[in-house]
Each structure stands twice: as structure tokens, then as C-alpha cells.
């Protein structure tokens, strides 16, 4: 990380205070805690979302269960999720659009609508941009399914930005993976084509192809499904 000047070091320490340029600090370590996150990214087809996520298992310690490390999670059975950045932050996130899910779900006999879960978690993002005595999220999410059954796909950022995207990353490599993306992406892409173009961002951005490393699942008419390591490792 570069070393900050003098004259804004008083600013790094606080959330509650904008540096003389404009600037939340705070907020763009946190962002720089996503790019040092393994990668994730969510495409979009004609009839499905695919997320596709590194899981980096640890070198150092050899006896870990790769299932046990999730970076792609089911809100409902029409959306899901993908993170990077602290998995921990991702996870509290994530429950909390599980449970914001759940809660429409019994009050309204209908599936949640996924753009009101991903406003619903973007303003608790955003929340922790400007109290003291609390730091912003240090994660990314990526929320994706059918809404109003066309395939729809989301970004939220630490600041609680979010923005709809046909393709996108997070994390390490980002900016070589969403090149790989631009170069490959068509519109109206089936299901096959567009695992085997994730595959291929996520290799140009340097992810070691390994069955073991990868997580992958797709939202379609059927619903969420995860892929099992057969089923990866043919695509691989």
C-alpha cells in the first residue's frame, strides 16, 4: 500500500471525516481489502446466471477441507450470491439477505424481489461509511437470478454502490478477468458457453485451473444448483 502523505493521516484514521480532496480513505482500504480477495465473478445468459468463485485454498495448511471453504450462497431458490473480500463480512451480509428473504417470503406468500434485497443490504453498507466507532465492510457481493424471469445481475461495492451488469468480477485479477470477459461475452450466451467463458477470464487472471479450487453454480428456470467436482472437471 502507498504510503500516505502527512497531511492526510489524520484523515486515514477516521470514517467520519473527508480528506481535503474528497475522499473516504477508509472506504478505499476497504476496497483494497476486495482486490486482495480471491476471485469471484457472475455472468449472465439468455436463460441463466452463472457465479463461478476461486476458493485459494490456503498452501500452508494442507489438511483442509476444500468443501469447506463457500463463497457462492443461496438466498432463495432464485437468487444467489458471491463474495470477496473478508469472508466473514460477506457471511453477516449474506444472512442478512437470507433472513430479509425469508421474512417476505411469510408476509407476502411470494418470493422477495431481488432488487429491494440488494437496496436493503446497500444502505447497511452504506451505513458503515459515516458513523464513528465502526469501519466499512471489506467485501464485494455479487447477487444474481431471474427476476421477472430474465437473468439479472448485480454488484454492490463497500461504499454501498451497486450497479446491474451483464458480466462482472471481484477480487484479485479483476482487471484481467473482466478484460477476458469483454473480449469473450455475447449476448444470449446458453448455460455451457457461459461456464466454459468464466473458466477462461478466471485462467487469464491468473487462478490455477484445479476441480478443487473452483465453485460454481447456476440460477436458471430449475432453480439454484451448485456443480460437483465431476461436473467442473469436465469443463476444465
Do not use: C, W
Not at 168 to 185: A, D, F, R, T, V
Request: aromatic share 8%; charged share 25%.
Amino acid at each position: 500500500m502507498e504510503q500516505m502523505p502527512n497531511d492526510l493521516m489524520g484523515y486515514d484514521r477516521a470514517i467520519t471525516l473527508f480528506s481535503p480532496d474528497g475522499r473516504l480513505l477508509q472506504v478505499e482500504y476497504a476496497r483494497k481489502t476486495v482486490s486482495q480477495g480471491s476471485a469471484a465473478l457472475g455472468i449472465i445468459g439468455k436463460e441463466s446466471v452463472v457465479f463461478v468463485a476461486d476458493k485459494r485454498l490456503p498452501e500452508v495448511e494442507k489438511l483442509i477441507v476444500p468443501d469447506s471453504i463457500e463463497k457462492i450462497f443461496k438466498i432463495n431458490s432464485g437468487t444467489g450470491a458471491a463474495i470477496s473480500g473478508m469472508i466473514a463480512d460477506g457471511r453477516a451480509l449474506i444472512e442478512k439477505a437470507q433472513i430479509e428473504s425469508q421474512q417476505h417470503q411469510v408476509t407476502y406468500s411470494e418470493p422477495a424481489d431481488m432488487l429491494l434485497m440488494i437496496k436493503k443490504i446497500s444502505s447497511d453498507m452504506q451505513v458503515f461509511t459515516q458513523y464513528g466507532g465502526a469501519r466499512p465492510y471489506g467485501v464485494s457481493i455479487l447477487f444474481g437470478g431471474l427476476r421477472n424471469n430474465v437473468p439479472t445481475l448485480f454488484m454492490l461495492e463497500p461504499s454501498g454502490i451497486f450497479f446491474q451488469y451483464k458480466a462482472i468480477s471481484i477480487g484479485e485479477g479483476s482487471n484481467e478477468i473482466n478484460k477476458s470477459l469483454e473480449e469473450g461475452y455475447k449476448d444470449g450466451m446458453d448455460t455451457d458457453s457461459l461456464v466454459k467463458l468464466a473458466i477462461k477470464a478466471l485462467k487469464a487472471g491468473g487462478v490455477k485451473l484445479h476441480p478443487d479450487r473452483f465453485e460454481v453454480a447456476v440460477i436458471d428456470g430449475s432453480g439454484f444448483r451448485r456443480l460437483g467436482k465431476e461436473e467442473i472437471s469436465e469443463y476444465l
